[in-house]
């Protein structure tokens, strides 16, 4: 009787080749368990639309609906638009948590895992695969801000300045979905998250001004991570901006850098330690 032996992923399957075979080797299931991230694209193509036109309806909504902010100098809509991407940004933690628990639930990363292929590869499949979806999602909000009004008024390396600010944004946000949903481990639960999500998201200047909020209230406004970015993004793009003199509105940029990458240095490792404790 034959027994059969669980593959250790930990280790690379040639190890002969030094650091470049196992560089390649990582790439290449890398973009493996990417191109089969992508494929669900096609596959759920009414799940891809329906991420992408729920943000655009919520800054039609804001726009048109309420048509003003309380606080905001200048015109609202180019101040709602940076708002908007900033929290397309940290709602795509919602879709990011879904997918992982859906491959949880249905056991299709423990059958990656039981595979030789290079142990991270399943983490940068995903978070290549999200960021792909989120810098689409930015463009078609980019577009629809542009159609309704919106302009920035800067160069274009301030253009994709603010651009880069918010994909680490959306970094952030990833590894912050990746390592709930493996916490949670039920897609069930994504709706608890989202609960938390939501008023996060609205408890930032990314609508209104802070000056126009109780005093406590707005200090916590300002030092949100999505205010930071927020502000950061409309200095980028030469639009009107929440007024204050406070230290976390002057360094926006700083902040709209130094939160993410917090976030990650604490996230990212923590994420990767569940992935590798999930067989345990």
Do not use: C
């Not at 680490?168 to 493996?182: S, T, V």
């Not at 609508?207 to 109780?214: F, L, N, V």
């Not at 409309?234 to 009107?240: E, M, S, T, V």
């Not at 003199?245 to 923590?270: C, G, K, N, Y």
């Amino acid at each position: 009787m034959s027994v059969t032996h669980p593959v250790d992923t930990t280790l690379p399957v040639d190890t002969a080749n030094g650091t470049g075979s196992k560089l390649s080797w990582a790439l290449a299931d890398s973009w493996t368990m990417t191109r089969r991230e992508l494929a669900h694209w096609r596959r759920q193509p009414v799940q891809v639309v329906v991420g992408l036109v729920f943000p655009v309806m919520m800054l039609l909504m804001f726009g048109y609906l309420i048509g003003g902010g309380a606080g905001v100098q200048g015109d609202f809509t180019d101040y709602l638009v940076p708002g908007m991407l900033t929290m397309t940004m940290a709602f795509g933690l919602e879709g990011t948590m879904l997918a992982v628990t859906q491959d949880l639930g249905k056991g299709v990363i423990d059958r990656f895992r039981s595979m030789p292929m290079h142990s991270g590869a399943v983490l940068v499949g995903r978070s290549v695969a999200d960021m792909l979806q989120s810098v689409v999602g930015l463009t078609v909000m980019l577009a629809v801000g542009y159609a309704i009004g919106w302009r920035w008024h800067e160069g274009f390396a301030s253009f994709m300045g603010a651009v880069g600010l918010l994909l680490l944004l959306r970094f952030a946000m990833l590894w912050i979905g990746i390592h709930l949903a493996m916490v949670a481990g039920k897609p069930e639960l994504v709706q608890a998250v989202q609960i938390l999500v939501w008023p996060v998201s609205f408890l930032s200047n990314a609508i209104a001004s802070p000056e126009s909020m109780p005093s406590w209230l707005g200090t916590i406004v300002e030092w949100n991570p999505m205010s930071a970015t927020a502000t950061a993004v409309r200095g980028l793009f030469g639009n009107p901006g929440a007024a204050g003199d406070s230290w976390a509105a002057t360094h926006a940029e700083l902040l709209a850098v130094a939160w993410p990458v917090a976030l990650i240095a604490v996230f990212f490792p923590l994420a990767v330690k569940r992935f590798r404790d999930l067989s345990r």
